[in-house]
């Protein structure tokens, strides 16, 4: 975590002063020593120029109070030990009376030049480090997809430069305040946000000790810093970092108006599939058993037994019919809602076909049916009753589609850690145009006459079938004809072999 | 013999009427309740010799019901679902149901169901020694298996697991029943064990998995074997 940038008064350096003070009493004392060595070989206006240059060092070093202080302590053993008279403090000439303003006006020039130029590069360093923080934060509001990214960034930006607990507010509909993003320890004081909302313009706002900005062309939003900073320039640069804020919330918001409109006009255009299919899909069945039922009842003794059984037969097909088409119409919300739970078990696949194919009255050897699943094909990981109606929808569409003696084939292998299972039929096929689209929801071929199908079938297997992470397509039947439906399913592993007791 | 009473207790009046109608054309005797508390009233009163319970009831929840039946009353019960409500159907059977039907439904699966359960309530129930069913024979003292006259070698567990399927003929069983008795308590979550052994078992027993003659699996419930002619 980075520290606060503090700023101090311009004459302290990085060190406390009685620290300072000692340094220059121990630069005079060495500077005094080292006199002693020099001062039978060289003058004594040398001398004092070596006092000098230690108070230049020190005070350049240091800054101006221990340079002023170093400069004193020099005159004070430059008098005692150098001039005349000796060891006194008295001073006799006026040259050692400017000795002294020399000193101590050399001392004063450098140690603020000195200070002037800490201040100075303390100043740069500042900014540049303000600069690449606007820069990362520019690039970070750029790069943000969503609305909670922009304020969690900007909550967290702001939080670290102002060293302070934020948070971002959002007025409700229903005139209640709600938080949209926040550092983990911001309090949000709900009440005085809608005051400071009122007042504010579009500078901060200090109330109660917390800084309030508004956020966004609008203005969308509320940001609360809880411990105002004291200076201007950190008010500035909390409305820099929230104009930024306010430029890419710009873009988000409307990314996710234009997703909102998207669906909505999706879930729109399902809807109105779905209502022409249902009257359709629904009435079709209805229209036999009540048409067949009713013939029952009005014909009587009229019709002979075999008649009356035919038609309660049809009655009964119909209505398991409609069965399966209404199972399609729930699976085809769930699927559309994401909302497709995976209650996985390990499933055998040829329960499933066996599960399937009874649903469909369809019986393995008497309907042109053949099944060729190896016995030992690994157990499926996946939910068995989702699997099992995608496999109903293909064998429906098979069935519904293959001529009277068309076969029909289900097989299933095993390719690596995947499981492919196809059916097959004879029927007229799908041309390579369309064999994507069929898994369209309410797709019918359009060249079939008497639109036997709902279109909800196919797309719903895939759904399912998607659901498991695998795959459904179709492709040209065996021999060129008719059509091949591949399920594509990973497989998964289960660890250890059965245990005997 | 006297005939066979039957409890009907399901809120919906026309599935009551065509339950009543093929009940009574197969000459048991129809008793119906739309209401949970009043099913009980007529399970402890007149004491039905079978139970049909829908769960969807709408004065109290089925299972309750089903509960409160098997506090006193081993009954056998076959209850009415729908479709999905698969850890409904577990549930039921797991407090003491005898067997299920999915709606919609229709009623020669029903009436053969029912058949099966009063046949494992007939007069004779004292344990046999030899378990038969569609040609499967299974000799409780020589531990010997035939299917059509032929022997077949089974595995522990294969023969543990027949035994079970063996004993309640044409009667679903659940996953969590047959781990139980087959494995212990501890390992009645291993969907995968059971699904091996059955595959073993079908192959041993010559069933077609895809069309199977014997062991026939109830999808995300149990297994069951098939009723037979009898």
Redesign the interface.
């Known amino acids: 975590m980075k520290q606060a940038q503090t700023h101090e008064p311009s004459s302290a350096l990085a060190m406390p002063h009685w620290k300072a003070y000692f340094i220059a009493l121990a630069s005079v004392i060495i500077t005094t020593g080292l006199a002693f060595m020099l001062h039978r070989v060289l003058p004594l206006a040398s001398l004092s120029l070596l006092f000098l240059t230690g108070i230049l060092i020190v005070s350049a070093r240091l800054g101006l109070r221990a340079g002023l202080a170093a400069s004193i302590l020099s005159f004070l053993a430059y008098n005692f030990f150098f001039t005349t008279p000796l060891h006194t403090f008295a001073v006799h000439d006026d040259g050692d009376v400017a000795t002294l303003l020399f000193f101590l006006i050399m001392a004063t020039i450098s140690g603020n030049l000195a200070a002037r130029m800490h201040r100075e590069m303390r100043q740069r360093q500042d900014s540049l480090h303000r600069i690449s923080k606007m820069f990362e934060f520019g690039r970070r509001m750029s790069s943000a997809a969503q609305t909670g990214q922009v304020l969690t960034a900007l909550v967290d930006e702001l939080a670290e430069e102002l060293n302070s607990p934020v948070a971002v507010l959002v007025p409700g509909d229903d005139g209640q305040w709600r938080e949209a993003a926040r550092t983990s320890s911001a309090a949000v004081p709900l009440e005085s946000v809608q005051e400071a909302w009122d007042r504010a313009s579009d500078e901060p706002l200090a109330l109660d000790g917390r800084l309030f900005l508004k956020l966004g062309a609008g203005p969308v939003a509320m940001v609360v810093v809880d411990r105002a900073p004291g200076q201007q320039e950190a008010q500035d640069l909390a409305r820099s970092f929230c104009d930024q804020a306010a430029i890419a919330l710009d873009r988000t918001l409307l990314a996710s108006d234009l997703d909102e409109a998207r669906v909505a006009t999706e879930r729109e255009q399902l809807r109105t599939a779905l209502l022409s299919s249902l009257s359709h899909d629904l009435r079709t069945p209805l229209a036999s058993v009540i048409g067949s039922t009713s013939s029952v009842l009005e014909c009587g003794a009229a019709i002979s037994e075999d008649d009356r059984n035919e038609l309660l037969r049809n009655t ?1 097909e119909e ?2 019919r409609l ?1 399966r088409y209404i ?1 399609n119409l ?1 699976d085809m919300t769930r699927i559309g809602q994401g909302g497709l739970s995976l209650e996985r ?4 696949l ?6 399937a ?1 009874a649903r469909l009255d369809l ?3 008497q309907f042109p049916l053949t ?1 060729d ?1 190896p ?2 094909f690994p ?1 499926l990981w996946v939910h ?2 989702l699997l ?1 109606q995608a496999l109903v929808n293909l064998l429906d569409n098979a069935t519904r589609y293959s001529p009277r003696d068309g076969h029909i084939g ?1 097989t299933a292998r095993q390719q690596g850690d995947q499981a492919i299972i196809e059916v097959t039929d004879q029927g007229p096929g799908i041309p390579p145009g369309e064999r994507e689209k069929v898994f369209d929801m309410f797709y019918t071929a359009s060249d079939s006459g008497d639109s036997l199908g709902t279109g909800l079938g196919l797309a719903i297997c895939r759904g399912m079938v998607a659901a498991h992470a695998g795959s459904v397509a179709a492709g040209e039947g065996p021999g060129g004809k008719g059509t091949r439906m591949r399920i594509t399913l990973p497989l998964a592993q ?1 660890s250890g072999p ?4 | 013999m006297n005939p066979t009473r039957v409890l009907i207790v399901e809120d919906e009046s026309r599935i009551r009427k065509f339950l009543r109608i093929s009940l009574e054309a197969h000459d048991y005797i129809v008793q119906e309740s739309r209401l949970g508390a009043e099913g009980l009233e007529l399970c402890a009163a007149r004491q039905p010799d079978l139970l049909i319970l829908d769960l969807g009831l709408p004065d109290m929840d089925g299972i309750q019901v089903l509960k409160r039946l098997r506090e006193w009353s081993d009954l056998p019960v076959i209850v009415l679902s729908v ?2 409500a ?1 850890a409904e159907k577990v549930a039921a059977l797991d407090l003491g149901a005898n067997d299920y039907m999915t709606k ?1 439904f ?1 009623v020669s699966e029903l009436l053969a169901r029912i058949r099966v359960l009063l046949r494992d309530r007939g007069p004779d129930s004292t344990s046999p020694q030899v378990l038969e069913s569609d040609g499967l024979k299974m000799n409780l003292l020589t531990r010997e298996v035939t299917r059509d006259g032929q022997r077949v070698h089974l595995a ?2 294969e023969y543990d697991l027949l035994h079970l399927l063996l004993a309640h003929p044409g009667r679903v069983l659940t996953h969590r029943h047959i781990l139980t008795e087959i ?2 308590p501890d ?1 009645n979550e291993e ?3 059971l ?5 073993q078992l079908r ?1 041993k027993l010559g069933d077609d ?4 003659r014997y062991i026939q ?1 109830a ?2 419930v149990g297994y069951r074997l098939a009723p037979g002619t009898d």
């Open positions: 009964l209505a398991r069965d199972q729930l078990n390990w499933v055998e040829h329960d499933i076909v066996s599960g194919t019986v393995p050897g099944v699943i016995r030992d157990l068995g009753a099992e289900i289960h059965v245990p005997e007791r | 479709r999905a698969e919609p229709g522990r567990k494995w212990g390992r969907t995968h064990y699904r091996v052994l059955v595959r192959i998995p895809t069309a199977p699996t999808q995300g």
